[in-house]
């Protein structure tokens, strides 16, 4: 199996903000809030109107096409850690989840149904 590549968004917001723009600059421009862009920096993934939005400033800003955006590999099925010394992401295994639980009928008296007004 192919490995899945998605843009790196720390990477891309770095090279933003080398360009001279601030995160507050660049939250205005693609419509997001100052905390939002600090997730983004953090390697959290963008919903994808605003992740176009912040290429297309990468791709203003740098003055670079499209394929040249910083790639990085897509982490499925894992959650990301991170230390507070190290910025770089961690792998982090899924906790074991207990097993379904079967479904237990109620007990006790059944309740009455409720009487339904007619629009007149």
Known sequence: ????????????IAEIVASGLTNSEIAKRIDLSVRGITYLAGGRQPFFHRG???LALWC???GQPREAV???PVLRGHRMARRAVDASPQVQSLPAWPPAV??????GKPRRARKVKEAA
Do not use: D, K
């Open 70 to 72: 910083p790639m990085a």
């Open 1 to 12: 199996m192919r490995q899945q590549m998605a843009p790196n968004w720390p990477q891309v």
């Open 102 to 107: 079967q479904h237990v009928e109620m007990q």
């Open 52 to 54: 176009e939005r912040l």
């Open 60 to 62: 203003e800003r740098t």
